[in-house]
T-cell receptor
Framework: NAGVTQTPKFQVLKTGQSMTLQCAQDMNHEYMSWYRQDPGMGLRLIHYSVGAGITDQGEVPNGYNVSRSTTEDFPLRLLSAAPSQTSVYFC?????????????????FGPGTRLTVL | DAKTTQPTSMDCAEGRAANLPCNHSTISGNEYVYWYRQIHSQGPQYIIHGLKNNETNEMASLIITEDRKSSTLILPHATLRDTAVYYCIVRAAPNAGGTSYGKLTFGQGTILTVHP
């Protein structure tokens, strides 16, 4: 299994440009999430999905759109990039399956996309 | 999800045990304690989690106090590769339902530096 993959690894945009960050997982996980991490900060949730066709907002959704047409893919779209969106973006997935009350729902993270908006 | 408090940074000598504390005094009965770590520039990595009993796996041990208001992550023999930011996260169990499932709330974490 490749796990969670993200493309591109690095991207530079100009203010106002649009782009899509790609995320894919091959573990058949129902849940997928997008986080951003600013320098010296913890991760903040942007959007998440509990299954194909179902998405919801996290802490910092403004300026980002998502869709989930398949179980495997969860792209993040920036419609009009702003310098405030300069960050490292991480995609994660986890399975809804768990063993009784064990709470076993480990999130697996991708390697990240480093985005700079000029 | 309950808020956690961790020291900003800690040091540890290579080969010694690293004990990372976490306070979560407002934890609810159905909330688990999770630990993740993030090695420089990489995505976070799951380490261990627990509800009320102490837990051990191949990476670490988790000690949770009887009142569940605090916990300690123990790396028994720290190596230079354990240098990372360690995050203590409290969240509801998956079977609690609601919108918290799948979401992790990251704080600032503890920067652990392992010295030769």
């Amino acid at each position: 299994n490749a796990g969670v993959t993200q493309t591109p690894k690095f991207q530079v945009l100009k203010t106002g440009q649009s782009m899509t960050l790609q995320c894919a997982q091959d573990m058949n996980h129902e849940y997928m999430s997008w986080y951003r991490q600013d320098p010296g900060m913890g991760l903040r949730l942007i959007h998440y999905s509990v299954g194909a066709g179902i998405t919801d907002q996290g802490e910092v959704p403004n300026g980002y759109n998502v869709s989930r047409s398949t179980t495997e893919d969860f792209p993040l779209r920036l419609l009009s990039a702003a310098p405030s969106q300069t960050s490292v973006y991480f995609c994660a997935s986890n399975s809804r399956a768990y063993s009784g009350t064990s709470g076993t729902d480990t999130q697996y993270f991708g390697p990240g996309t480093r985005l700079t908006v000029l | 999800d309950a808020k956690t408090t961790q020291p900003t940074s800690m040091d540890c000598a290579e080969g010694r045990a690293a004990n990372l504390p976490c306070n979560h005094s407002t934890i609810s009965g159905n909330e688990y304690v999770y630990w993740y770590r993030q090695i420089h520039s990489q995505g976070p990595q799951y380490i261990i989690h627990g509800l009320k009993n102490n837990e051990t796996n191949e990476m670490a041990s988790l000690i949770i106090t009887e009142d569940r208001k605090s916990s300690t992550l123990i790396l028994p023999h720290a190596t230079l590769r354990d240098t990372a930011v360690y995050y203590c996260i409290v969240r509801a169990a998956p079977n609690a339902g609601g919108t918290s499932y799948g979401k992790l709330t990251f704080g600032q974490g503890t920067i652990l530096t392992v010295h030769p």
